[in-house]
């Protein structure tokens, strides 16, 4: 099983409105993630979108239909099409979401949330390690946002995740935003779920914007608020340099309005890391 590769730098996702200017290769980032899903076909203009961007930046892989806690185990003509998609591309990494989606008969297309039971660890860990194997390769898992928990919890989502870290030998794609809205929707400390993980296995920083309000929305729509850019600069003093990626998928602004963000990232991380120095 390959493992991940040592990589930071600083990304956008890779969305229609700004095909263009990625396939010339005019865009000054370091990597660009894709959303799996899109580009898991057997031809026609995304994947030709895709080829010609992977010809000029190193491309993440990023899905949201493994659900490796659905108690009907993997779907293995998924993965082997995610498979066919990495052997195309050669990813510098493929990750997904702690979470199901599906049931044997219906998929939700939603991040749908877990019990954090020794149950659903059993389901998630036997299912990763099912993937890695199938896929060759390890994953990334990313923290959902959450809306809802359960009565029946037996630990927090950070001793979840740092279990399946352990049990798995995979590794994690730290959404700070989701840390940020889990920890308001349901009265927790953000600093408490960054201590709790480990972060040597971080390999990989989202950062979005959500929609406020009694719970906050995980919408991926507007600019990541002041509190987000504030964990996110004690996250990457603990984490170190990790590729760090803006992620905007409605209300798509012009890609320089996204470059600026991102741009503010960068000074975050470079301060951080003149301080450590």
């Not at 953000?190 to 201590?195: P, Q, S, V």
């Amino acid at each position: 099983m390959s493992g991940i590769p040592s990589f930071h730098g600083f990304g956008l996702g890779l969305r229609r409105p700004h095909y263009s200017a990625f396939m010339a290769g005019d865009v000054p980032v370091d990597f660009i993630e894709i959303i799996s899903e899109n580009y898991m076909v057997d031809g026609g203009r995304p994947l030709a979108v895709l080829d010609a961007v992977r010809e000029r930046y190193p491309v993440a892989m990023h899905g949201v239909s493994l659900s490796v806690g659905s108690a009907q185990g993997v779907d293995w003509d998924y993965l082997a099409r995610l498979k066919a998609l990495a052997e195309r591309i050669e990813p510098l990494w493929m990750s997904d979401h702690l979470c199901w989606t599906r049931t044997s008969a219906h998929n939700s297309h939603d991040l749908l949330p877990l019990p954090y039971t020794a149950e659903a660890l059993d389901v998630v860990c036997a299912n990763l390690a099912r993937a890695q194997d199938a896929l060759g390769r390890e994953l990334l898992l990313e923290n959902p946002s959450s809306y809802c928990s359960f009565p029946d919890d037996e630990m927090a989502e950070w001793e979840f995740l740092s279990e399946v870290c352990r049990r798995t030998g995979c590794h994690l794609l730290l959404d700070v935003n989701n840390v940020y809205v889990s920890a308001r929707n349901h009265g927790f400390a953000a600093d408490d779920f960054l201590a709790g993980i480990p972060m040597e296995r971080v390999r990989q920083i989202h950062l979005a914007g959500h929609t406020p309000g009694a719970i906050l929305i995980d919408t991926h729509d507007r600019e990541v608020c002041d509190d987000v850019w504030a964990l996110y600069a004690e996250a990457i003093a603990m984490t170190g340099p990790v590729a760090t990626m803006i992620e905007r998928d409605d209300a798509i602004p012009p890609l320089p309005v996204l470059l600026a963000e991102l741009d503010v990232a960068r000074d975050i991380a470079a301060q951080t890391e003149r301080r450590a120095a």
